[in-house]
């Protein structure tokens, strides 16, 4: 019986489920948005809930709690000082369920999962190019002088010693039509 029990396990073992959950919620604090099933969404939505209240408390046990849910050094240092700051003025709500479209494959609801705030993300400055300096006339010519008694001597070579050029390689042959197009024709246009 499931009395009591409102979470949903999409058919799946426990230790699947949770490795499903686990998963969402580590995409969800690395890209700050996701998108999958509506009802992925709104489970996941609990979770991160749950995590983004543990980061708001930044002790040491609710950063083991979270460590355990996210399996990464790297996610809960996202997760505590990121994520958490945005929401110290908020008792909950941090994330929200948008519905989309319907999958293609088996007309399964789908749905964006993202927090509520975003973190602003700096854009680098460009970086100018140095600008290079403009040569004289003079030293252009001399520049200039010096390059064409190396193209003389390459000319002057035998032909012996000039690089061969490489044969062509022969083409690949058109494949043979298949068996439905030997049927029914290939298409105009192909």
Same mark, same amino acid.
């Given at each position: 019986? *499931?009395?009591?029990?409102?979470?949903v396990r999409f058919g799946r073992q426990r230790s699947h489920y949770k490795a499903t959950m686990r998963h969402l919620v580590s995409a969800l604090v690395?890209?700050?948005?996701?998108?999958?099933?509506?009802?992925?969404?709104?489970?996941?939505?609990?979770?991160?809930?749950?995590?983004?209240?543990?980061?708001?408390?930044?002790?040491?046990?609710?950063? *083991?709690?979270?460590?355990?849910?996210? *399996?990464?050094?790297?996610?809960?240092?996202?997760?505590?000082?990121?994520?958490?700051?945005?929401?110290?003025? *908020?008792?909950?709500?941090?994330?929200?369920?948008?519905?989309?479209?319907?999958?293609?494959?088996?007309?399964?609801?789908?749905?964006?999962?993202?927090?509520?705030?975003?973190?602003?993300?700096?854009?680098?400055?460009?970086?100018?190019?140095?600008?290079?300096?403009?040569?004289?006339?003079?030293?252009?010519?001399?520049?200039?002088?010096?390059?064409?008694?190396?193209?003389?001597?390459?000319?002057?070579?035998?032909?012996?010693?000039?690089?061969?050029?490489?044969?062509?390689?022969?083409?690949?042959?058109?494949?043979?039509?298949?068996?439905?197009?030997?049927?029914?024709?290939?298409?105009?246009?192909?």
């Amino acid at each position: 019986m *499931r009395h009591r029990k409102h979470t949903v396990r999409f058919g799946r073992q426990r230790s699947h489920y949770k490795a499903t959950m686990r998963h969402l919620v580590s995409a969800l604090v690395i890209n700050k948005t996701i998108t999958t099933t509506k009802v992925k969404a709104k489970e996941t939505s609990r979770l991160a809930e749950k995590l983004v209240t543990m980061a708001k408390d930044k002790s040491v046990a609710s950063r *083991r709690r979270a460590y355990d849910v996210l *399996r990464s050094r790297d996610l809960v240092a996202t997760l505590f000082n990121e994520i958490a700051p945005l929401f110290k003025e *908020r008792n909950g709500g941090y994330t929200r369920v948008l519905l989309t479209r319907n999958r293609r494959g088996d007309n399964a609801q789908m749905a964006i999962l993202e927090f509520v705030e975003k973190p602003k993300v700096e854009i680098p400055e460009k970086k100018e190019k140095k600008k290079t300096a403009v040569k004289p006339e003079s030293s252009i010519k001399a520049d200039a002088m010096t390059e064409r008694p190396a193209e003389k001597k390459e000319d002057h070579k035998k032909p012996s010693q000039l690089p061969k050029a490489q044969p062509e390689k022969p083409k690949k042959p058109q494949p043979k039509p298949g068996f439905f197009k030997k049927i029914f024709g290939q298409k105009k246009g192909m």
